[in-house]
């Protein structure tokens, strides 16, 4: 079992930067990727970004391609969503998600991933 616990979230405006962040706890982290999606209000679930286990290769939606950077830092099993010029578009709750994958990219679909945070609400204000 992996326990995840997304912390960052909040309310910002437009054009601003948060930093989320997803500690894990349980199982080796180290043997997962871990992944970021978010859900909207009436939306389905979309994957956002993420990052292989070694820390060596990254994924990103296209709509946060420039904007979002995901990164990690296995010494301390956490994961982090540094999202810049944030839009109202982004608004929904995040969440990190954690799977084993012997790929060279992370994968970008939910199923893929065993282990999931209870989520973080981003708000970003016009």
């Known amino acids: 079992q992996v326990q995840l616990v997304e912390s960052g979230g909040g309310l910002v405006q437009a054009g601003g930067s948060l930093r989320l962040s997803c500690a894990a706890s349980g199982r080796t982290f180290t043997s997962y990727a871990l992944g970021w999606f978010r859900q909207a209000p009436g939306k389905e679930r979309e994957f956002v970004a993420a990052?292989?286990?070694?820390?060596?290769?990254?994924s990103y939606a296209d709509s946060v391609k420039g904007r979002f950077t995901v990164s990690r830092d296995n010494a301390k099993n956490t994961g982090y969503l540094q999202m810049g010029s944030l839009e109202p578009e982004d608004t929904a709750t995040y969440y990190c998600?954690?799977?084993?994958?012997?790929?060279?990219?992370?994968?970008?679909?939910?199923?893929?991933?065993?282990?999931w945070g209870q989520g973080t609400q981003v708000t970003v204000s016009s």
């Open positions: 998600a954690a799977g084993r994958s012997s790929s060279l990219y992370p994968p970008t679909r939910g199923y893929q991933y065993d282990y």
């Open positions: 990052i292989r286990w070694s820390g060596t290769t990254t």
